[in-house]
């Protein structure tokens, strides 16, 4: 049990020391003893935990995605079943995207807006898009839909949103964020803009 806590709060220190750095500098030009230096540990140590700092950066990724699928599988799996609605199952998993980027805004931004990995945009519009086909149950043929554009456009939107909530400081409550989802995807951009 000790040792748990003590690694837990080891992984908390290089996360937050590369966080630092990632305002500091580009991660090109971070190195492992930049990361030990700032997290007060010595390179044994990091290397106890991570091959190098591309290691260190996919295991933050994975895991913050890993966390998110669970969020929007296990949890909301029986909220998901009750709900009749197609825009309060949006909302419910809008709401719990949103949540979840609050909790851990200092990982998201530096992945979404300092991009410091190109690669996790996309692996999260795979996450939201595979969502939301669990959600839709949509037995249309999908060539006849243009399924594979309409995914697109929405996947990309909802990143866009995201990385620009955590770009203005996240200045509205996730729950009001998710509810802006809803509404963009029930009545399109344009009508939006046009305040109709």
Request: aromatic share 8%.
């Amino acid at each position: 049990m000790k040792q748990d806590l003590r690694v837990k709060k080891t992984k908390k220190a290089i996360r937050h020391a590369l966080l630092r750095l990632v305002d500091e500098k580009t991660f090109a030009r971070i190195s492992v003893s930049d990361i030990c230096n700032e997290a007060e540990i010595n390179r044994g140590t990091f290397y106890l935990h991570y091959t190098d700092k591309f290691d260190l950066l996919e295991k933050i990724q994975q895991e913050l995605l890993d966390h998110l699928w669970l969020i929007v599988t296990t949890r909301m799996t029986e909220q998901i079943n009750v709900l009749k609605d197609k825009p309060d199952k949006l909302k419910l998993f809008a709401t719990e995207l949103f949540h979840y980027l609050d909790q851990e805004a200092e990982l998201f931004h530096m992945l979404l807006v300092n991009t410091v990995d190109p690669s996790f945009h996309q692996r999260l519009k795979g996450l939201i898009q595979k969502n939301m086909e669990r959600l839709s149950h949509s037995h249309e043929d999908p060539a006849t839909l243009h399924a594979d554009y309409i995914m697109a456009y929405v996947t990309s939107a909802i990143v866009g949103m995201l990385q620009h909530w955590l770009t203005t400081g996240r200045s509205l409550p996730p729950e009001q964020m998710a509810q802006l989802v809803v509404k963009i995807n029930l009545n399109g951009p344009m009508k939006m803009m046009s305040g109709e």
